[in-house]
């Protein structure tokens, strides 16, 4: 067990990092101690992804330096002693993670990897299967698990060999309500254990950053402060106001007027009995549903109760094991390119071309789809959607809520009737 006093922590300066003309980082100084869960707040694109890339050697230094664990992230030889120290879940849902091995055998292989005796192994897997609710999926391969189950596993094979440093990039992203709560408390459970961990957290979540221990609030590749959340909160009730007036200057922005949606009693949109089987796995039971034009339709649940699957039926993407699902009154059918053009589809994964830019991926679609007004449609999504300071990157290497909103533009660029989100 590591002391805080004698486990060094976290030392940056004058940190400025760029993509093409882009400043991702900009003369960043921070001086981070250990044993403490320290959270990077702020919206997609300000630059917390790049740190944590940069604090773990996940990306090349252009500028300043960083000290991790007693050295320099930049000095090869001591990267590669403290490796093994460092754990990185990267932001996405599995990115770390191996599809066409089940849950337990993802554990076991990250277990080998560090060295774990078979006792060992055997008892941290128990325990964190248990932690996190996986224990009765751990036959079930990584490829087929939900976009929150994926992000549990992400998580318990970058804490299988107890690292002093845990790096964590968006965690929860993804993840229902009851399974943030279970990572959090494991997370809790792990720092009780383990007093000299530390933790480094970036997230969006402003209501998660009130139980850290520090925080630093990020905008535009800078640093507008950091230190304890009760400090930044002080005086504005919660985290999330405070952010967003020391973000502008004490003025929030104005909150345009919303007109409300017309609804109508057509329905677009019909299951009856519709039932999807994976084998001797019921993922959707005899389910019964109208949604009307108009209508925004959720459904809620935990992660891996079957929204996903009733989304893709609905598309046609999955074929249906029973019962009937209508879309226009037609039944649903993928083969039909009119009825394709007619239905927008977001999926969990997104949608997108990593190896093309914004712009080649929004004209991509805009051509598979024949649009007429292809430019004046690509013009008015970049511009909708925030998209323009991002036009020339690539879809690889955007940050998750910018990939958000490029998908989100391309599953509506043929202007569709019904938008389907998962």
């Known amino acids: ?62 500028a300043g330096s960083i000290d991790v664990l007693g050295g320099p992230i930049g000095n090869a030889a001591h990267r590669r002693r403290i490796c093994s120290a460092i754990a990185f879940m990267p932001q996405g849902l599995g990115r770390n993670l191996y599809p066409e091995l089940s849950v337990r055998e993802n554990l076991e292989f990250f277990s080998r990897l560090f060295g774990q005796g078979a006792a060992e192994r055997e008892a941290r897997i128990a325990s964190l299967l248990t932690a996190t609710g996986l224990a009765p999926f751990e036959d079930r391969l990584m490829g087929r698990l939900s976009g929150g189950m994926k992000q549990k596993l992400g998580l318990c094979c970058a804490l299988i060999h107890d690292p002093k440093l845990l790096v964590l990039d968006e965690p929860t992203t993804g993840v229902d309500p009851l399974s943030r709560r279970q990572f959090w408390a494991l997370i809790s459970a792990i720092r009780t254990q383990s007093p000299g961990l530390t933790v480094l957290v970036s997230t969006a979540y402003m209501e998660e950053a009130q139980s850290f221990d520090w925080i630093v609030a990020m905008d535009a590749g800078r640093v507008l402060f950091q230190g304890p959340p009760e400090d930044l909160r002080s005086g504005a009730g919660d985290l999330e106001t405070a952010y967003r007036q020391l973000r502008a200057k004490g003025k929030p922005p104005p909150v345009p007027d919303q007109p409300a949606a017309a609804h109508s009693g057509e329905a677009l949109i019909t299951a009856r009995g519709l039932t999807r089987r994976f084998g001797d796995f019921t993922a959707v039971d005899h389910v019964d549903f109208s949604i009307s034009r108009g209508e925004i339709f959720g459904f809620l649940g935990s992660n891996g109760c079957g929204k996903s699957t009733t989304m893709k039926m609905l598309t046609g993407l999955l074929p249906i094991s029973s019962g009937e699902a209508q879309l226009f009154g037609r039944p649903v059918d993928a083969r039909n390119r009119a009825m394709r053009r007619e239905t927008g589809y977001m999926s969990q994964a997104f949608s997108l071309y990593g190896e093309l830019t914004v712009e080649q991926n929004l004209q991509l679609h805009a051509r598979i789809f024949g649009i007429k007004d292809r430019a004046a449609r690509v013009a008015e999504l970049t511009q909708r959607f925030g998209l323009a300071a991002h036009r020339t990157s690539l879809a690889a290497a955007l940050p998750l809520g910018i990939k958000q909103r490029l998908s989100l533009a391309v599953a509506v660029i043929h202007r569709p009737r019904v938008l389907i989100l998962d």
């Open 1 to 62: 067990m590591t002391s805080r006093a004698d486990s060094p922590g976290i030392r940056i300066a004058e940190v400025t990092h760029r993509y093409r003309r882009h400043v991702a980082l900009d003369g960043i100084s921070l001086d981070l101690l250990p044993g403490r869960l320290v959270g990077l707040i702020g919206p997609d694109g300000v630059g917390k992804s790049t740190l944590l890339g940069l604090i773990t050697g996940a990306k090349q230094l252009q």
